[in-house]
Each structure stands twice: as C-alpha cells, then as structure tokens.
Antibody
C-alpha cells in the first residue's frame, strides 16, 4: 500500500524556520515527481512547490519563492520542505502529494506561525 | 498562471439528487484536470483524473467530463457520505492551480 506521512509541523516564530518531512513507502519513490500543497485555516488548497524524481527540476509558487526550499533524498524515500523567514500567512496544514497529477496525499502536518 | 473558476461555491442538495459542479479554465488545459473530495479534518482524496477517468475504488456514481476549458463533475445519486467540499485541479502547467471549492451541504 502506498503511503505518505508528513511530519515536522510545529509552532514557529515569525522570521523563524521549520523543516517538514514526508516519508514515502509502498511505491518506487525515485520514479515519482512530488509536490507540496498547503491549506490555510478555513481556506482552499494552494500548491506551493514541485520537485522531479531526480531532484533536478524544481518549481515554487511566488508566495514562497526565495523563502522555502524543496528537496528529496531518494535513498531515504523522503521529501523535505525547508521553510525560512516564516510569516503569519504561512499558517496552514501542509500536505505532500505524489506525481504530476497529485494522485495520492499524506494526512498533512500543521504549521502555525505566531509570536 | 491558469485560473480555475469553479461553480457553484456552495450547494444544498438531498440524498438521491443528481448534482453537477463545473470548473472553467482561463486557457486550454487539454484533459489535465482532476477532481478531489475533502471532508473536514481529512486530506483531499482524488475522485477523477485525466478529466474523466474514475480513480480506483471510487463509486461509479461519480463521473467527470470535459476537455480544453470546460469541465464537470457529476454525482448521479447523492449518498450521505458525499456531503463534503469538492475541488478541481489543473496540472497542465505550473503553477498548479485549484478551483475555489464547492461545499456540498445537506438540504
């Protein structure tokens, strides 16, 4: 069974940093592109970042460009999101999603940015 | 960026009703569209991919149609477990964009 499990969500300070992880299992992780999507409280879904299976192609939404960094370790079947210069508007549930078609999602991890 | 305009934003319906939700893309996206269902406190779950292909394990009362700029999700006979929020997503080009969501409520 394919499974994605996010972790690392926490209460962060404005201007601070957090690192999210997404552990994958049940499928050939290195063969799949991956994405991060977030959902602010009571709001819709927002795509924020993409990484190809090899890690050579990366894209970001304008809202996080220059502050967030996506990466992956295919040897560890893991996806990461380094979040720097946090803002209150980054408060959201963060999901990792598999493939260019975002076919399967993890359960999400909560990030709250507040002083 | 491709804008996805989803309508209606909310909908009240009864068990057994037929319901249709529409997404319009600001430019052609071929059939690079998925439909998702989200219940409170849960992750989105894909129902339809490639505009009209039913995800494995999803009941056949769900169907999708369309290509280019106009897409629809139809639920042929609403069941109690179908009351949720629905989103369309385009993956034709980055940034990936979602519709605003349709909240389907019990009448």
């Amino acid at each position: 069974e394919e499974l994605l499990v996010e972790s690392g969500g926490d209460l962060g300070q404005p201007g601070g940093s957090l690192r999210l992880s997404c552990a994958a299992s049940g499928f050939p992780f290195s063969s799949f592109d991956m994405n991060w999507v977030r959902q602010a409280p009571g709001k819709g879904l927002e795509w924020i970042s993409y990484i190809s299976g090899s890690g050579n192609n990366i894209k970001y939404a304008d809202s996080v460009k220059g502050r967030f960094t996506i990466s992956r370790d295919n040897g560890k079947n893991s996806l990461y999101l380094q979040m720097n210069s946090l803002r209150a508007e980054d408060t959201a549930v963060y999901y990792c999603a598999r493939g260019v078609r975002l076919g399967s999602w993890g359960q999400g991890t909560q990030v709250t940015v507040s002083s | 960026d491709i804008q996805m305009t989803q309508s209606p934003s909310s909908l009240s319906a009864s068990v057994g009703d037929r319901v249709t939700i529409t997404c319009r893309a600001s430019q052609g996206i071929r059939n690079d569209l998925g439909w998702y269902q989200q219940k409170p406190g849960e992750a989105p779950k894909r129902l339809i991919y490639a505009a009209s292909s039913l995800q494995s394990g999803v009941p056949s009362r769900f169907s999708g149609s369309g290509s280019g700029t106009e897409f629809t999700l139809t639920i042929s006979s609403l069941q109690p477990e179908d009351f949720a929020t629905y989103y369309c997503l385009q993956h034709n080009s980055y940034p990936i964009t979602f519709g605003q969501g349709t909240r389907l409520e019990i009448k």
